[in-house]
Each structure stands twice: as C-alpha cells, then as structure tokens.
C-alpha cells in the first residue's frame, strides 16, 4: 500500500511562489493528484497527472499559475504554486487517484497534508 507525505507549505505574500512535494513510500503506477481543503470548505480538486506524466489536468482556478509534476525514479510528486492568491490559502494533499474522476472521493491514501497560507 502507498503512503504519501506532503511538504513544502509555508507562508507568502499574494504573487509570491511556493513548490509542493509529495514523496511516496513505495512505487506508484497511477494517477497522483492535488487536492486542497480550506477551512468550512469541502476538499476540492487542484491538480492531477499520470504515471507517465503527459497527461495533466487542472482545476480551472489554478490554471495557468499552478504546474503539477513527478519524478517516478524518486517516487516524488510536486507542485509548483507561482502568482499565488489569498483564495489559494488551504491545506494541501497529495492523493493516489483509485476512480476515474477528479473528485476527492475518487482519490484516497491521502498524506496528512501541508498548510499553504497567502496573505494580501
């Protein structure tokens, strides 16, 4: 079974960048994704991509800003976070896709999570 940590949250000023990782324990032959929560608010979709990496799909509120990406020989997952928002404060985390939808429920082993807070 594989567990997932995240890392690489912290604070930031609107505009600023941040880069996500996700590490895995063991190797992982599926689709990973990103996935945020914030408080009062249900988990919602960020970011997911195949095992081979070409394909990439992206919540339409990250687009453009948000880049999803992995290293399979490191078991390593990130996400690079540029022009961040106040709306994009959340805790982050990383999933193994086990449906065949972006939605949480379609996600599971999840990691335990990574606060990302934007300030104005």
């Known amino acids: 079974q594989v567990q997932l940590a995240e890392s690489g949250g912290g604070l930031v000023q609107a505009g600023g960048s941040l880069r996500l990782s996700c590490a895995a324990s063991?190797?992982?032959?599926?689709?990973l994704g990103w996935f945020r929560q914030a408080p009062g608010k249900e988990r919602e979709f960020v970011a997911s991509?195949?095992?081979?990496?070409?394909?990439?799909y992206y919540a339409d509120s990250v687009k453009g800003r948000f880049t999803i990406s992995r290293e399979n020989a490191k078991n390593i997952m990130a996400l690079q976070m540029n022009s961040l928002k106040p709306e994009d404060t959340a805790v982050y985390y990383c999933?193994?896709?086990?449906?065949?939808?972006?939605?949480?429920?379609?996600?599971?082993?999840w990691g335990q999570g990574t606060q990302v807070t934007v300030s104005s």
């Open positions: 063991g190797r992982t032959f599926l689709r």
């Open positions: 999933g193994v896709q086990r449906g065949s939808s972006n939605v949480a429920a379609d996600f599971g082993s």
């Open positions: 991509i195949d095992y081979t990496g070409s394909r990439t």
